[in-house]
């Protein structure tokens, strides 16, 4: 991989949310993510499932959770990193080869995710701004991503 990326600005109504990127963890999810979040893919997309106390999931560009990039899907890289607050991870279908754009970030403790989904990063500021998100599955109002950008 040419580009190494470390950090992902998410920007939301509210203001920017910091996520220290995981290559260590993820390399092929680091990648897609960095990719897709330059290309503006994420720009615009909402949160469309947010469950008080376990996490908000997007990435959907139609925001119904059904859909994903036109980017192959990934094969897993599931590692020991444990699904605590703040932890991003690969959303996927029952396939564990079928992460693709979507992503959820924790807003508790979710152990029992570990070692079944593809963690990729971690909030490191502007974690109140995704617990401000509107909950629902999906929201009446939902939260959206302003911009989201790799650097």
């Given at each position: 991989?040419?580009?190494?990326?470390?950090?992902?600005?998410?920007?939301?109504?509210?203001?920017?949310?910091?996520?220290?990127?995981?290559?260590?963890?993820?390399?092929?999810?680091?990648?897609?993510?960095?990719?897709?979040?330059?290309?503006?893919?994420?720009?615009?997309?909402?949160?469309?499932?947010?469950?008080?106390?376990?996490?908000?999931?997007?990435?959907?560009?139609?925001?119904?959770?059904?859909?994903?990039?036109?980017?192959?899907?990934?094969?897993?890289?599931?590692?020991?990193?444990?699904?605590?607050?703040?932890?991003?991870?690969?959303?996927?279908?029952?396939?564990?080869?079928?992460?693709?754009?979507?992503?959820?970030?924790?807003?508790?403790?979710?152990?029992?995710?570990?070692?079944?989904?593809?963690?990729?990063?971690?909030?490191?500021?502007?974690?109140?701004?995704?617990?401000?998100?509107?909950?629902?599955?999906p929201?009446a109002?939902?939260?959206k991503?302003?911009?989201?950008?790799?650097?």
């Amino acid at each position: 991989m040419a580009d190494t990326f470390s950090t992902l600005t998410m920007t939301l109504e509210g203001g920017d949310v910091t996520i220290k990127l995981r290559p260590d963890l993820a390399p092929e999810h680091v990648a897609r993510i960095a990719e897709l979040a330059n290309e503006g893919f994420y720009d615009g997309v909402v949160f469309h499932r947010v469950i008080p106390g376990f996490m908000a999931q997007g990435g959907d560009p139609t925001g119904t959770g059904m859909h994903g990039s036109d980017k192959p899907n990934l094969r897993q890289e599931f590692s020991k990193e444990p699904h605590v607050r703040g932890t991003c991870s690969m959303a996927r279908t029952m396939d564990p080869n079928s992460a693709n754009s979507q992503f959820f970030i924790c807003f508790d403790d979710a152990r029992f995710l570990d070692g079944q989904y593809t963690v990729w990063g971690e909030v490191t500021e502007g974690m109140e701004l995704i617990d401000a998100l509107p909950k629902g599955e999906p929201p009446a109002n939902p939260g959206k991503i302003v911009t989201m950008k790799a650097a």
